[in-house]
């Protein structure tokens, strides 16, 4: 099918405004693998290249330069760069592997979010599509396939008032660590509840000066394109509203797709789309048309490629076949969960 917003749509009916996005990218980021049987292969990049070739959306392609230790240590212990550093080969955890080629790489990541990041402060439009993934890293540990967390380092380096939103099927819990006590940081999450790595509930809100600035929509498997379409009418735009960011920051997996074999929400990819589109607005309206896309995970290759796909066609107001597009989830199966977090949220917000 070919995937249109209707004109009724209030949200996603400018998109004249939209003229192109940069996408972030070098080779040295299929060089990472953590074995041969790894869900978080070379292969993610590899089908993504490839979609976005084969529709003419591989343009505007940005090299960035590494991030630096000193950049890492705004978010990381010096003693976890340094084990990553010095890790040599071999298993970090069950699901997290370190090579000698790894601590480089995973510098290039971080430097393509920095990158990213500095174009979305300029009112442009970036898609950091990066390998390792960084949203599950902490101050003091890599897991979940993230050794560091790239978004956050790049949040922290840029300085500004700054709303996250991580729609990745997992909770983003290195960035909720890293920004919970911000009054400047605002980090909002959808993820699946129960599956790795078990927080973000509903009621984690943010600490201290961080009270209320830390916003989690745990979600009920199943939930898909109803749900999260509630979850955005109800309170992912009215808070990024509210807070006003300078910078607009996106996690975005793939897994949260209908056909992601590690999870199971139910996006299909006009879903993904239909949500970006929000996203652009939000940017359109208070960023100056600024955002930045970062790949975290994802790991049904045609549905993470044709996801990222398209959103980029979508910044540039192209139109291409979207396959994916079955609408499971039709009856807002999440409702439930929406309306947990909006009765917590509503205390901090104007909702
Ligand atoms: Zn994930």
Redesign the pocket.
Known sequence: MIFKYSSKEKHINHFHFLYHMYLIYDPIYLKHEQNRWHPESPERLRGIRNFLEKNGLWENVVTPTSATVEDLARIHSMDHIGTIRDFGEGPYDMDTYVHHETFDIALKAAGGAIKAAQIALKGGKAFALVRPPGHHATRNRAMGFCYFNSIAIATSLLGKRTAIIDY???HGNGTHDAFYSSPDILYISTHQWGIFPGTGAVNEVGKGEGDGFTVNIPLSGGSGDSTFEKAFEKIIIPIVRDFRPELLLVSI?G?AHYRDP??SLSLSTPGYVRAAGHIFSLAEELTDGGVAFML???YDIPALSETVGGIVALARGKDIPLTFDEKRDTKAYGRRDVEDTFRVQKEYWNL
């Open positions: 990745d099927v997992h997996g897994d590690l999870a975290e995970g994802g």
